[in-house]
């Protein structure tokens, strides 16, 4: 079965974490929450959540796929985070998806996983990255890189992320329980 990391940071939009969260669990996919500390996560509206570990813990553990939930100022927090930065590089290098909803693309610009690559993000977040060929779709993937906009398309993406991790069969019989 696959396995997804979702690091949550101070100030990630809640919108797009638990809708990711909560639609791969669906699906069957372990997914596992992280704080980039052990305080529970003050989302950018003021939600508070619980990840399932800290960061540090979730390092020594195996993944299929690392999701990157936007938001301000969660996504300067996880940019700013040298561990988170360091770990979607090596996930990359190592052939894992790495995905990114809403701000949170500008981590994986920051991190040099997106130039000459296709993407989309949130409106503004990678104008100061010039080599990312930036879409306007919901989601958008390129090889093993998934990004979509806002709170408004995570459903759209966490399927998309289902149907990459488990195939479009389980990504209809999740969508159809969702009566969407």
């Given amino acids: ?22 639609i ?5 996919i372990e997914t596992v929450s992280a704080g980039l500390d052990a305080r529970p996560v003050r989302a950018s509206h003021g939600l508070a959540l619980l990840p399932d570990t800290t960061l540090d813990a979730a390092l020594g553990q195996d993944f299929d796929m690392i999701v990157l939930p936007g938001g301000l100022p969660g996504t300067d927090n996880l ?16 052939g894992k998806v790495v995905a990114a909803i809403c701000a949170a693309p ?14 989309t993000c949130y409106p503004t977040c ?16 390129d090889g093993k ?7 408004g ?3 759209d993406f966490a399927l998309a992320l289902v149907e990459r991790l ?3 069969a389980r990504r209809m019989e999740v969508e159809a329980g969702l009566v969407r």
Avoid: H, W, Y
Wanted: charged fraction near 25%; glycine fraction near 6%.
């Fill in 106 to 119: 500008s981590v994986l610009a920051a991190a040099g996983l997106l130039d000459g690559r296709k993407a």
């Fill in 126 to 141: 990678l104008d100061n990255f010039p080599k990312v060929d930036l879409q306007t779709a919901a989601v958008v993937e």
């Fill in 79 to 94: 940019r700013a985070d040298a561990r988170i930065l360091d770990l979607l590089k090596r996930m990359a290098q190592q």
């Fill in 145 to 151: 890189l998934i990004t979509s906009r806002g709170p």
């Fill in 24 to 28: 791969l669990r669906r699906a069957g």
């Fill in 166 to 168: 488990a195939g479009r």
């Fill in 1 to 22: 079965m696959p396995k997804v990391l979702v690091p949550l940071a101070q100030g990630c939009e809640e919108i797009e974490a638990a809708t990711i969260i909560d």
């Fill in 153 to 155: 398309t995570a459903m």
